[in-house]
C-alpha cells in the first residue's frame, strides 16, 4: 500500500532538516532541494526510499571499498591528505605559500 502524500511530505521534510549544509556551495544547498522536493505534487516513495538511503549511507555498508583503493601503492597518504585539505578549507584556514611552492603537505 502506498503511503499517504502527505507522510511522504512530511518524511522528506524531516530527512532535508537533518541533512548538513555544504561550507564550499553556500548558495546551492542539498538541504534546499530536498525541501523544494518535498513540496512536488508527484513525489513517490522510491524517492523517500532513495533520499533516506543516502542519508544513512547504505550504498556505502552495501559495497565497502578496500584498503588498497583509498590507500593506492603510488600515493598512499592522497586520500587523507584530500579529506584534511577539505575539513581545513572548510575553516578557512590555507595552506602556507611556501609549502605550495615546495609541494609540500
Known amino acids: ?36 522536493l518535498a513540496e512536488h505534487p508527484n513525489l513517490t516513495p522510491a524517492a523517500v526510499r532513495a533520499t533516506r538511503a543516502l542519508e544513512e549511507d547504505e550504498f556505502k555498508k552495501k559495497y565497502p571499498l578496500s584498503d588498497k583503493i583509498f590507500k593506492p601503492a603510488s600515493m598512499p597518504h592522497h586520500y587523507t591528505r584530500l579529506l584534511e585539505a577539505f575539513e581545513k578549507a572548510a575553516q578557512g584556514i590555507a595552506r602556507p605559500w611556501w609549502k605550495i611552492f615546495f609541494n609540500i603537505w
Open 1 to 36: 500500500m502506498a503511503a499517504a502524500p502527505a507522510s511522504l511530505k512530511h518524511q522528506l521534510q524531516k530527512i532535508a532538516g537533518r541533512w548538513a549544509e555544504d561550507p564550499f556551495r553556500p548558495n546551492v544547498q542539498l538541504k534546499t532541494f530536498l525541501a523544494s
